[in-house]
Nanobody
Framework: QVQLVESGGRLVQAGGSLRLSCVAS????????????MAWYRQAPGKQRELVAA???????KYAEAVKGRFTISSDNAKNTVFLQMNSLKPEDTAVYYC?????????????WGQGTQVIVSS
């Protein structure tokens, strides 16, 4: 079992930037889960949760069309952390952002979810 904890969400003005972080840890001592997919999803009020960005071991990434060129997903394997750098934020980016992970490559969505961190972009 993997526990994911997101952080970094806050209120920002349109055009600003945020960097979200997600730290993965084992919820059961003595286990070792190799994560091959990490992703960020978001869910705006009244809307379906959607994929924002994903990365697999080895580096390949994918992004939602709405965030291409503005968001970047990256990871620090030594710290078991995945990041989402968000630039040129728009009010439409307002949502709760969720970290997601899975041992399988390109598992979207994966089995493990974080609790979410709220991002509010003011106009």
């Amino acid at each position: 079992q993997v526990q994911l904890v997101e952080s970094g969400g806050r209120l920002v003005q349109a055009g600003g930037s945020l960097r979200l972080s997600c730290v993965a840890s084992e919820s059961i001592l003595g286990t070792q889960t190799v994560i091959n997919t990490m992703a960020w999803y978001r869910q705006a009020p009244g809307k379906q949760r959607e994929l924002v960005a994903a990365v697999t071991s080895g580096g390949p990434t994918k992004y939602a069309e709405a965030v291409k060129g503005r968001f970047t997903i990256s990871s620090d394997n030594a710290k078991n952390t995945v990041f989402l750098q968000m630039n040129s934020l728009k009010p439409e980016d307002t949502a709760v952002y969720y970290c997601n992970a899975d041992p399988r490559p390109w598992a979207t969505p994966g089995d493990y979810w974080g609790q979410g961190t709220q991002v509010i972009v003011s106009s």
